[in-house]
């Protein structure tokens, strides 16, 4: 290992590990895993391991993980761009895959940036339902709202709030709540060293501080019966069973639930929080033992009997007869329709929004559901975020490209390209562009040549 631990932190872990600590020393010397995970809306782990594009193991712990070879360099690949999986740490699939989210369910991301548990949540909602995915950086909720984006995410509600503000408006409103909290990443030392000259001794009491102020915000955000799944990357007592210690202390009216087992699991330690029997229901994943890096994981469900709070839900302005006939001209040709009691106009721009309480006001978000493009006169451009919900089956203009032609890069870099006739399946407006039938972007096609729609922002430089 190149990066020397430092001396507080491996001494606290000499005492947490006893006769293991020797074997956790060790795992620094093991070869870092390298992760992605499948998107369910585009492709299926089998489906993609079918096109052996890369050398894939399955992740047994997760239903969509996949083990890659660092050899693979997978963000470079098309299918990176065009949303079929996203690159993930082994070990940080499991908080999103151990919190069971159901199509139309409300959901809430409370620390989602930059997007690796949302990505997952948004998927398994399917399209309905809504999932809220905050986080308190502005340009690490942007990083966020790209993600979703490329997923194709249609019902984000995207913010870039403190928590409290969110408990403010949001309070009894969803299902499940994930807090992947801001931590000590002491879990992280292996995979990038750079976080060990971070770290300091008073860092997890700091941290546990932070992570307390958003778990209660968390509950107060929970319907009575919904579900909520914190998870750290760190192995310090005081931010794992320490923080959900205080959780039950506070609020008698969440309980601790058993998670879904791995044999690669560990249990909670009760004498590492307030000696709780039930802190052993939380899950603590080490290096030594599983092929991933450090987290904790705790489930809690808010009892039935707790108070509910009503909040009324915002409906959407009706859209002008003329505009909506103007969009019907272009979803004429497309399989997928908009919900039109959910499709909003404002400016010049068309959203698909998801229904969300009334009294929203001095929220800062980015997205609000599915920005669909925008009405010029008596037209309509179609957005990238549109493009990348849509499947080759769903339009009718399609250009799919083989994984080797070399115009998929100049496509990406933002470039015109030429279409051989009867190469696309009309000959002329919009086509959707596709890399082996999974879609790309927009392109507009004239006289064999396609002007590239690739939303500026994501286009590739070199």
Avoid at 243 to 254: A, C, H, K, Q
Wanted: net charge neutral; aromatic share 10%.
């Amino acid at each position: 290992m190149g990066q020397e631990l430092p001396k507080v932190f491996e001494e606290r872990m000499r005492e947490m590990l006893g006769d293991e600590f020797e074997a956790y020393l060790k795992s620094y010397e093991n070869v870092r895993q390298y992760g992605l995970r499948v998107n369910p809306l585009k492709i299926t782990r089998e489906e993609l391991g079918q096109m052996e594009e890369f050398h894939l193991q399955p992740i047994p712990w997760t239903t969509n993980g996949c083990f890659y070879q660092e050899t693979d360099q997978p963000a470079r690949h098309p299918f990176y761009t065009a949303g079929l999986y996203y690159l993930q740490e082994p070990s940080a699939m499991t908080p999103a895959s151990r919190l069971e989210v159901l199509p139309g369910e409300r959901v809430l991301d409370l620390c989602a940036a930059p997007g690796g548990k949302a990505t997952a949540l948004g998927a398994a909602l399917k399209g309905k339902g809504v999932l809220v995915a905050n986080d308190i950086s502005n340009s690490r909720a942007k990083a966020l709202l790209k993600n979703l984006e490329i997923f194709g995410i249609e019902n984000a509600f995207v913010t870039n709030e403190i928590p409290g503000n969110l408990a403010e408006r949001f309070e009894g409103f969803f299902d499940k709540v994930l807090i992947d909290a801001p931590c000590s990443g002491e879990g992280m030392f292996r995979k990038d060293p750079a976080v060990i000259k971070t770290w300091e001794p008073e860092r997890p009491e700091y941290f546990a501080k932070l992570q307390r102020d958003i778990l209660m915000n968390g509950v107060k955000m929970l319907r009575p019966g919904g579900m909520l799944l914190y998870s750290t990357c760190t192995f310090a007592p005081v931010e794992n069973e320490g923080s959900i210690s205080w959780l039950l202390e506070n609020y008698p009216e969440m309980e601790l639930l058993e998670i879904e087992p791995y044999e690669g699991f560990s249990q909670g330690n009760p004498s590492w929080g307030n000696g709780d029997p039930q802190l052993k229901k939380c899950v603590r994943i080490w290096p030594h033992k599983m092929k991933g890096e450090g987290h904790f994981l705790a489930l809690l469900k808010k009892s039935e009997n707790s108070e509910s709070v009503y909040l009324k839900l915002g409906k959407c302005p009706r859209i002008d007869k003329k505009s909506r006939q103007v969009l019907e001209k272009f979803f004429a040709d497309c399989q997928w329709k908009p919900d039109w009691e959910r499709t909003e106009i404002r400016g010049e721009k068309v959203y698909q929004v998801p229904e969300l309480p009334e009294k929203l006001g001095g929220i800062h978000f980015l997205r609000n559901g599915l920005y669909m493009g925008e009405l010029k006169k008596d037209r309509f451009e179609p957005s990238q975020q549109l493009a990348m919900v849509l499947k080759s089956a769903d339009y009718a203009g399609i250009l799919s490209l083989k994984i080797n032609d070399e115009r998929i890069q100049r496509y990406l870099k933002g470039e015109t390209i030429l279409v051989e006739q009867q190469e696309a399946s009309r000959d002329k407006g919009w086509i959707l562009v596709c890399v082996e039938g999974f879609s790309l972007g927009w392109g507009k096609l004239v006289n064999g040549v396609l002007k590239n729609k690739y939303a500026s922002g994501w286009r590739l430089h070199g």
